[in-house]
């Protein structure tokens, strides 16, 4: 079963009635199962909660049109925190979603994440979070993988998922290479030789993930950084599916 960790809806794809049509046509070409979803319309980076909820109430629509191929991430904005909690027990704890998605609202290692990761803990749902480390300067809130790292050792029971694997993925893996619940991802680079098997040299292959950011980047791309890995095909397997089927509980 290969699972694609990381997969954005967005209101130009698709149908009206059928967001997620050309995405699932385009996975299967290229032989993906299932893709775990969030996120929408908006570009806001720190959205007020009835966009959160309606984006992710779009999702919801599309867990419950394929639910074998779609899992649903919920998105928050941990600025609003007794929202984002009530949001995980309407979308996780009551409803079909199977994770948690954070982006730029707020640094990981923000004070409001604590009581997000710690529910996410309680419900045994991972926590996928945009990492980036940029050269020409981050966005304001825009998470860098030491506050990720900074979040993921106090609270060690809760699976996080290394969103880009901080974008420098030579330092991402450094950073985040003893903390044995951080889950690396391939996800939204440019499919560069060397990646795969450093993430898997450093970190073990049970805590790397495939994940694409489509529509963002091509299944294709991002696959191509897997298969042509010079890994084992047991190591490729759990990569591109195994670990997403352990961690969501499949």
């Not at 730029?104 to 290692?109: Q, V």
């Not at 893996?173 to 795969?196: F, I, K, M, S, Y």
């Amino acid at each position: 079963m290969i699972i694609d960790g990381h997969v954005h809806i967005h209101s130009g794809w698709g149908r009206e009635d059928d967001l997620m049509a050309d995405m699932i046509h385009f996975a299967d070409r290229v032989g993906i199962d299932a893709l775990c979803l969030s996120l929408g319309y908006s570009r806001d980076q720190t959205p007020p909660p009835d966009v959160v909820e309606g984006e992710n109430d779009m999702v919801w629509a599309e867990v419950e049109r394929r639910p074998e191929r779609i899992f649903g991430m919920c998105y928050l904005n941990p600025m609003y925190l007794d929202r984002s909690l009530a949001e995980i027990d309407r979308c996780i704890a009551n409803g079909p979603f199977r994770g948690i998605k954070l982006w730029i609202a707020c640094p990981m290692d923000h004070p409001n994440v604590d009581p997000i990761a710690e529910r996410a803990g309680e419900l045994g749902v991972p926590v996928l979070q945009h990492t980036w480390y940029k050269i020409t300067g981050n966005e304001p809130a825009e998470s860098r993988p030491e506050n990720l790292a900074a979040l993921a050792a106090r609270h060690p029971d809760t699976t996080i998922i290394f969103g880009h694997s901080g974008g420098n993925w030579e330092w991402g893996c450094r950073v985040v290479a003893d903390l044995p619940n951080v889950h690396a991802e391939l996800a939204g680079g440019d499919p560069e030789l060397g990646q795969t098997e450093m993430s898997v040299a450093m970190l073990g292959a049970e805590r790397v993930v495939y994940g694409s950011d489509a529509h963002g980047r091509s299944f294709a791309s991002q696959m191509a950084k897997v298969h042509g890995a010079d890994i084992s095909d047991a190591d490729k397997a759990l990569i591109l599916g195994g670990n997403m089927q352990r961690i969501l509980g499949l």
